[in-house]
């Protein structure tokens, strides 16, 4: 695991109570701009249903477009 971006964190806070979108959108952000953990188990499993891959680290442009599909 990467270092924490308190930056990032600070200007992005997960809503109280996110539906399964905000969830998504917010972890695929998360993975391209902080390591500091891994996306839930949970949103995987939807991401493979949807078939959204886990980009990569730095790769914030590829989360973005995906959740738009």
């Known amino acids: 695991m990467s270092k924490?971006?308190?930056e990032w964190h600070a200007a992005?806070?997960?809503?109280?109570n996110p539906t399964t979108e905000e969830r998504l959108?917010?972890?695929?952000?998360?993975?391209?701009h902080c390591g500091c953990r891994p996306i839930p188990a949970s949103l995987?499993?939807?991401?493979a249903q949807r078939g959204i891959a886990v980009p990569e680290r730095g790769r914030a442009e590829q989360a973005v477009d995906q959740t738009a599909e």
């Open 44 to 47: 995987l499993s939807i991401m």
């Open 12 to 16: 992005h806070p997960m809503d109280k």
């Open 4 to 6: 924490l971006n308190k």
């Open 25 to 32: 959108t917010w972890h695929l952000e998360h993975t391209a």
